[in-house]
Antibody, heavy 121, light 106 residues
């Protein structure tokens, strides 16, 4: 059974940093791309970043480019999102999603339950 | 940047057919994925690559994509289908989601 468990969310002040993690199990992690998708309270889905199976292809939404960094450790079956210079508008539930293929342009066929990030002073 | 346009809401009676549209410039040239999200839950992929169904998704869910419009069709709608639905495409090195459509079962 595919499982994705996010962690690392919490309350953080504007301008500070936070690192999210996603622990994956139930599939061959290094065969698939992975994504971070967020959802602000009461709003729709917003893609944040994606990374191919071997980290050779990475993409970011314009809203986070230059502030967020996605990475993965295939030996640890883990996905990460380093978030710097956080803003109030980054407040959201952050989901980790498994791609349905090894490239970055993939559908998210399994999703975690999300970790909540609140940016506020 | 690429924009996907969905109607904010669609209402349908039980047993009828619901159609949720996703508009985008020449979207027919792209692969469209659809997600269902119920309150308090993570999204679930219901249609990918325009019209394929993941395992476990009922045959009542189908998809099409042509020209400037992709459509998610739900036949014989049930109360349990009430949810938000999102379309998604890949464009110019980023994923793009539509704004979402709330499906209400009357």
């Amino acid at each position: 059974e595919v499982q994705l468990v996010e962690s690392g969310g919490g309350l953080v002040q504007p301008g500070r940093s936070l690192r999210l993690s996603c622990a994956a199990s139930g599939f061959t992690f290094d065969d698939y791309a992975m994504h971070w998708v967020r959802q602000a309270p009461g709003k729709g889905l917003e893609w944040v970043s994606g990374i191919s199976w071997n980290s050779g292809s990475i993409g970011y939404a314009d809203s986070v480019k230059g502030r967020f960094t996605i990475s993965r450790d295939n030996a640890k079956n883990s996905l990460y999102l380093q978030m710097n210079s956080l803003r109030a508008e980054d407040t959201a539930l952050y989901y980790c999603a498994k791609g349905d293929g090894n490239g970055i342009a993939t559908a998210g066929d399994y999703w975690g339950q999300g970790t909540l990030v609140t940016v506020s002073s | 940047s690429y924009v996907l346009t969905q109607p904010p809401s669609v209402s349908v009676a039980p047993g009828k057919t619901a159609r949720i549209t996703c508009g985008g410039n020449n979207i027919g040239s792209k692969s469209v994925h659809w997600y269902q999200q119920k309150p308090g839950q993570a999204p679930v992929l219901v249609i990918y690559y325009d019209s394929d169904r993941p395992s476990g998704i009922p045959e009542r869910f189908s998809g099409s994509n042509s020209g400037n419009t992709a459509t998610l069709t739900i036949s014989r709608v049930e109360a349990g289908d009430e949810a938000d639905y999102y379309c998604q495409v890949w464009d110019s090195s980023s994923e793009v989601f539509g704004g979402g459509t709330k499906l209400t079962v009357l």
